[in-house]
């Protein structure tokens, strides 16, 4: 914009200095057209008279007198007076004369003197040059006297010419003609001609100049003089005379032969000139000013245009930009809705009222319905069979979540897709913040993971079955030698706390690779396969069996915590895996061998356990196979005679070969038997009678304690009944009750059912449960006691003191009787506080009105401390050790 106006400046400061400068061109020009207007005005009304002199010439030549003197040449007797006056009148013109001239240039006549008959021609170069030539001729010139116009016709009379009419007349009157038109003239005759006026017409000269016209204003001819006005005449054609307000233009005259005849100096006021001038220049200025507004009006207009033009290429540009833009936006918009409804994820907009405003493709076709919640609803739970509807007790739904907390919420939701298929999506909800930083929407994008989770499984699964490969053995499925180790370790870690034993078992199959060789592998490997089943079935959940390759399976016995576990454990191993295997339907006898190491003395690590248990496995082998060795002989000894003794009493049960003995049990003071206690025996056919400690803890271990207890509790019953028959006891017979019989829920049919076989009343024997069974699980002792003692049976705590009982738990207890423990007893009276223990367990039975009996009395002074401190009864060696029945009917009888 400063640009333009600063061009704008420039441009007009650039036309006025031309219009200035035009204009003083302007002035000069106009001076200059001026002066000629005047000289064209004197040429006119020089012309105009020369005409007239010409015309006056031409219409008087014809007069015959003219032609008759010129004929004659007989000038002097004419007297044309009046014929001049006669066209003076005729013409308009004050001065006029004519002259005749004959055929060889003699003035026949001349009007303005009496004179006549001279040879005029020769002063008369002009006449001189007519009588050469003869024509019409006209000119201005200097006369004897003053300026003149002349007009010399030739005369012609039958072809032949006569002479010459001439006819004058003063050029004053061109003065007096400008003066009239407001144009004061002075007329200088050329210097040159100073010497031929004789007698000037008006006498005036300025300098050599002679002052052609009478009424020259003298201001005038001062003011050429002043000026030196004559010397500019050949430079210009006027002069502006500021100071005197004229303006002085130049008209030059000139002769027939084209000489200098005099200069009219034609005054006129200045202003005129000026105002034309200006006039002009106003024109100019005008026309400029025009074409200055008009190109103002035009840049204006065009300035108007091209502002409007450019608001109007800029409104096109814009709306052109904005079309553009908009057409941008629209393809953005296009590509972006093309990306977002080419997206498999659904996107849904979600108001704050629930309601969805804007979804793609993928949300239409899955239509996850609205979104509004009601109290009944949850969002989309009436369309789509939704398995985890997002608000619930135990999730909130992610949108709520998102328009509460302003962050995004997530959420796994298992849908039933229109095509019926079951799909799982994980829908983000992320909010969208208005200008306030409240959260206005939320954006809900829904992302099927169902092949994810396919994958994922699918992933999870193979990861599981290669974990699995690489921890177990193929074939067989069971844990490998990797997995065993690190099994092993746990298990001794926790053994050290627990403070068990783990054993280590190398199982080796015998022969097997016969088996392989002759029926191949496939046969060998479902042996092996097999075998694996079989070994597993036969040890605990909790035990690990492994297979290290080959033939060679290895096993962990956790919480050990005697020996002779392992040995039964062992031992069924064996007997597993002897049972035939079918294979094809041909049947495999297959014995093994079987290596065992214990982490209490065999090796501390896995490595070493598993080194001592192979050694184990080879001395089972090189001792005949199918057989077990442990890694320590000794207890390879313990476990084989227990293995021996197993199956004798299996054999003793079968045969019964069980007998029982019965101890008496008196009265201290009166020395009296009041009542017995059953204690069986095994009469072994080989090794004699067998007490009961080494044959009862394997009876219970084993579970034949039940078979064993069943015969004990009827012998005892049928000796009770027998004994009473006979007349010779009416006491109670005390039977032991073992752990397994007790916890053994058909212990109470079981006595019911030996009442009932025998014959024996319940008020004929006593069942003794030793304490520790009894704190084990008070509860359960206290039914069982209680329906016994319902059932009328006296119920008796054996081994009393060694468990610890309460004098709270005492009293709650169903019983009828105390039998305190003999390893008290054995060290009264020397321990002080063995005796403390008694005294403090007579005094709990007799405070609480128990029924007390003290065991293994084998000295006059245990029984008479028990006596002192309140306890009436015992039973020990003192007395009488346990006896066969026979001894027993003896004794009573030598009693009775
Ligand atoms: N040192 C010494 N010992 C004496 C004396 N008086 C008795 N004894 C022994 O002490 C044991 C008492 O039986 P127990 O404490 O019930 O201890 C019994 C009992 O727990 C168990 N037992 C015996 N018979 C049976 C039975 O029929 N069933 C069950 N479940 N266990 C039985 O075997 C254990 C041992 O029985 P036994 O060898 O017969 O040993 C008997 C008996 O012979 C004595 O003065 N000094």
Not at 157 to 182: M, Y
């Amino acid at each position: 914009m400063l640009v333009s106006f600063v061009l704008f400046l420039g441009v007009l400061f650039l036309v006025y200095s031309y219009l200035e400068r035009q204009t003083k061109i302007d002035t000069q020009q106009r001076f200059h057209q001026s002066a000629q207007q005047t000289a064209n005005l004197v040429d006119t009304l020089v012309q105009a008279k020369k005409d007239k002199v010409m015309l006056i010439a031409l219409s008087l030549v014809q007069e015959s007198s003219l032609k008759t003197v010129l004929r004659q040449r007989q000038s002097s007797e004419i007297d044309f007076s009046q014929f001049v006056e006669q066209v003076s009148n005729y013409s308009g013109l004050k001065n006029v004369w004519i002259q005749l001239l004959d055929a060889e240039g003699n003035s026949l006549y001349r009007s303005w003197t009496d004179k006549h008959g001279d040879k005029i021609i020769e002063k008369r170069k002009d006449l001189q040059l007519l009588y050469a030539n003869p024509r019409i001729m006209q000119s201005v010139s200097v006369g004897a006297f003053d300026l003149t116009f002349k007009t010399m016709v030739p005369v012609y009379e039958d072809g032949q010419f006569i002479g010459v009419f001439e006819v004058l007349a003063k050029f004053n009157s061109i003065a007096q003609k400008l003066t009239d038109r407001g144009i004061e003239s002075v007329i200088l005759v050329d210097e040159s001609y100073q010497n031929q006026l004789k007698n000037p017409f008006s006498k005036r000269f300025l300098g050599k100049h002679y002052i052609a016209n009478v009424n020259a204003l003298p201001e005038l001819v001062q003011l050429i003089d002043q000026y030196e006005l004559q010397h500019r005449t050949n430079s210009t054609n006027f002069i502006a005379l500021s100071k005197e307000q004229l303006f002085v233009s130049f008209k030059k005259l000139y002769g027939t032969e084209n000489q200098p005849l005099a200069v009219i100096y034609l005054f006129q006021p200045l202003q005129p000139v000026l105002e034309s001038a200006y006039q002009a220049s106003l024109q100019v200025y005008g026309i400029l000013t025009f074409i200055y507004l008009f190109l103002l009006v035009l840049y204006l207009w065009r300035r108007a245009n091209r502002v409007s033009r450019k608001a109007s290429d800029f409104n096109e540009s814009l709306l052109s930009e904005v079309k553009t833009k908009d057409q941008a936006l629209q393809h953005q918009s296009f590509f972006w809705q093309s990306i977002i409804d080419g997206l498999d994820h659904t996107i849904q907009v979600v108001e704050a009222d629930f309601s969805v405003t804007l979804k793609n493709n993928a949300a239409q076709y899955y239509d996850f319905a609205d979104l509004v919640e009601t109290d009944s609803q949850n969002c989309r739970d009436d369309i789509y069979n939704v398995d985890q509807p997002c608000e619930q007790d135990h999730r909130i739904c992610p949108i709520k979540k998102c328009f509460s907390s302003g962050k995004s919420a997530s959420i796994v939701q298992k849908i039933i897709a229109p095509n019926g298929k079951k799909r799982y999506f994980e829908f983000t909800s992320t909010p969208l913040f208005d200008d306030y930083g409240h959260v206005e929407k939320v954006i809900e994008i829904g992302h099927d993971i169902t092949p994810y989770l396919k994958a994922k499984n699918q992933l999870e699964t193979q990861k599981k079955e290669l974990d699995f490969m690489a921890y177990h053995d193929s074939l067989t499925h069971l844990p490998n030698r990797v997995l065993f180790i690190d099994r092993l370790q746990q298990a001794l870690d926790h053994c050290r706390i627990s403070k068990t034993v783990v054993a280590v078992l190398f199982i080796d199959l015998d022969r097997f690779k016969e088996i392989n060789d002759t029926h191949g592998h496939r046969v060998g490997d479902s042996v092996l396969v097999e075998c694996a089943k079989r070994l597993k079935s036969a040890v605990r959940e909790v035990d690990t069996v492994s297979r290290l390759g080959g033939d060679e399976f290895t096993v962990i016995i956790d919480e050990v915590k005697k020996s002779e576990e392992v040995a039964d454990i062992v031992q069924n191993l064996l007997n597993v895996i002897a049972h035939p295997i079918f294979v094809d339907k041909r049947a495999f006898y297959l014995t093994t061998s079987i290596g065992v190491s214990l982490s209490s003395t065999d090796g501390k690590n896995p490595i070493e356990l598993m080194k001592n248990a192979d050694t184990a496995m080879y001395q089972a082998k090189a001792s005949g196979r199918n057989n077990y060795a442990f890694y320590d002989p000794e207890m390879t000894e313990k476990a084989l005679y227990r293995l021996e003794v197993e199956e004798n009493l299996r054999e003793a049960i079968k045969h019964r070969q069980f007998v029982m003995h019965y101890q008496p049990q008196y009265d201290i003071a009166e020395g009296k038997i009041t009542g017995f206690e059953a204690l069986v025996r095994w009469q072994h056919p080989e090794k004699g009678m067998i007490p009961p400690i080494d044959f009862i803890p394997l009876a219970e271990d084993t579970g034949m304690i039940i078979h064993i207890g069943q015969q004990v509790m009827f012998d005892a019953m049928l000796a009770a009944v027998n004994w009473r028959k006979s007349g010779i006891i009416d006491q109670r017979i005390a039977i032991n009750v073992s752990a397994r019989q007790f916890q053994d829920e058909r212990l109470l049919e079981l006595v019911e059912d030996s009442l009932m076989a025998t014959g024996c009343q319940p008020e004929w024997i006593e069942l003794e449960i030793t304490e520790s069974l009894v704190l084990s699980d008070y509860d359960y002792a206290a039914n069982v006691l209680s329906a016994l003692q319902k059932m009328g049976i006296t119920v008796s705590i054996d081994d009393f003191g060694t468990g610890y009982s309460s004098l709270a738990e005492l009293k709650r207890m169903p019983i009828d009787k105390l039998k305190i423990d003999q390893s008290f007893v054995r060290n009264i009276p020397e321990e002080r506080e063995d005796c403390e223990i008694t005294r403090a367990i007579i005094s709990m039975a007799n405070s609480l009105g128990l029924d007390l009996i003290a065991e293994g009395v084998e000295t006059e002074q245990q029984a008479q401390f028990m006596v002192e401190n309140g306890c009436q009864k015992a039973q020990g060696y003192l007395y009488s050790k346990p006896l066969p029945e026979e001894e027993i009917i003896q004794l009573l009888g030598r009693s009775h």
